[in-house]
T-cell receptor
């Protein structure tokens, strides 16, 4: 099992552009989570998705950020019209189907730099 | 809102010395506490959780509700313990919505 796979690992965008980060969960995992780590901060929960459903988006910024986990393919975190403050490490995690008490497994992260 | 505080950004000890990484939390209810570790160039991984009351790689952590602390301890540090350690908590019975501390970078010197 290759683990949670994220790409790209590093992404540079100019202000105003769009950033798309992809996450493939571990085999057999149907729950995906996105976290953001701003410089000098701890990871912060953004969103929890299952296939074709957003379960909890309480940590998502109200504007410009969206996430999806389609029936086929990876989960995507999209940031529109990026600003310098979006520069951060974005971590995806996944867990198997269950009652929310399973351990979640993290990917290696995607580092977004906005110039 | 809940918060996790790791007061030490950096901690350096010698091999064989005891190590304690501090973690304090603020939450009025009963949280679940975790320690995650990130070794150099590797992904974040769960080290231990308080409900398991287990020892992993010689590390233990006891939840002290009176002091709202969940310090991570190991009696004899090894060089391979050098890593970034994050304390985290979850509430409401679900362990996906974690609140992390800022982390402590542990360096174990030979």
């Amino acid at each position: 099992n290759a683990g949670v796979m994220q790409n790209p690992r590093h992404l540079v965008r100019r202000r105003g552009q769009e950033a798309r980060l992809r996450c493939s969960p571990m085999k057999g995992h149907s729950h995906v989570y996105w976290y953001r780590q701003l410089p000098e901060e701890g990871l912060k929960f953004m969103v929890y998705l299952q296939k074709e459903n957003i379960i909890d988006e309480s940590g998502m910024p109200k504007e410009r950020f969206s996430a999806e986990f389609p029936k086929e393919g990876p989960s995507i975190l999209r940031i529109q019209q990026v600003v310098r403050g979006d520069s951060a490490a974005y971590f995806c995690a996944s867990s198997p189907p269950g009652d929310g008490l399973n351990t979640i497994y993290f990917g290696e992260g995607s580092w977004l730099t906005v110039v | 809102a809940q918060r996790v505080t790791q007061p030490e950004k950096l901690l350096s000890v010698f091999k064989g010395a005891p190590v304690e990484l501090k973690c304090n939390y603020s939450y009025s209810g009963s949280p679940e506490l975790f320690w995650y570790v990130q070794y150099s160039r590797q992904r974040l991984q769960l080290l231990l959780r308080h409900i398991s009351r287990e020892s992993i790689k010689g590390f233990t952590a006891d939840l002290n509700k009176g002091e709202t602390s969940f310090h991570l301890k190991k009696p004899f540090a090894q060089e391979e313990d050098s890593a970034m350690y994050y304390c985290a908590l979850s509430v409401g019975g679900s362990n996906y919505k974690l609140t992390f501390g800022k982390g402590t970078l542990l360096t174990v010197n030979p």
